[in-house]
């Protein structure tokens, strides 16, 4: 919200210096969008004045280990992906052995598939050649 009130206060401003003078109406919304974006800015300080306050009421009470202790796990925190991150149910379990297996044989030509064995028991059939009919199931 604060980008498109600087935008707009921004494009007023440049409106009166590019035309040499300006509307009502487009001095009006300047005015507003100036004092909504001046509103952001105070609001924002007084924000960060009281986290500075707040982490110095907690730092100056802790010993040096235990101020160590706290910042390591602030910064791990930050570290540690998000349990709702994109993918990241998505990953598979280590391949634990793989095992080559004859799919089908056709007039002479074989088809192979890869079964990988993972971590958790699963497995992943991965054909080579042409397997739309494989028996093995899930197939990539």
């Known amino acids: 919200m604060w980008i498109i009130l600087a935008t707009l206060c921004g494009a007023g401003i440049l409106y009166y210096i590019i035309a040499k ?15 909504g974006l001046l509103f952001y800015i105070i609001r924002l300080i007084g924000h960060k004045r009281r986290d500075n306050a707040y982490y110095r009421h907690i730092v100056e009470h802790m010993s040096d280990e235990e101020l160590e202790a706290y910042e390591r796990k602030l910064r791990d925190e930050l570290i540690k992906p998000h349990p709702y991150t994109p993918g990241m149910h998505l990953k598979e379990p280590k391949v634990v052995s793989t095992e080559k297996v004859v799919c089908r044989r056709i007039s002479g030509e074989v088809y192979t598939a890869l079964v990988l064995i993972h971590e958790d028991g699963t497995r992943t059939v991965v054909c080579r050649g042409d397997c739309s009919d494989c028996e093995y199931g899930d197939v990539e």
Request: hydrophobic fraction near 55%; glycine fraction near 14%; aromatic fraction near 0%.
């Open 21 to 35: 003078s300006m509307p009502p109406i487009v001095l009006g919304i300047t005015i507003l969008c100036g004092a």
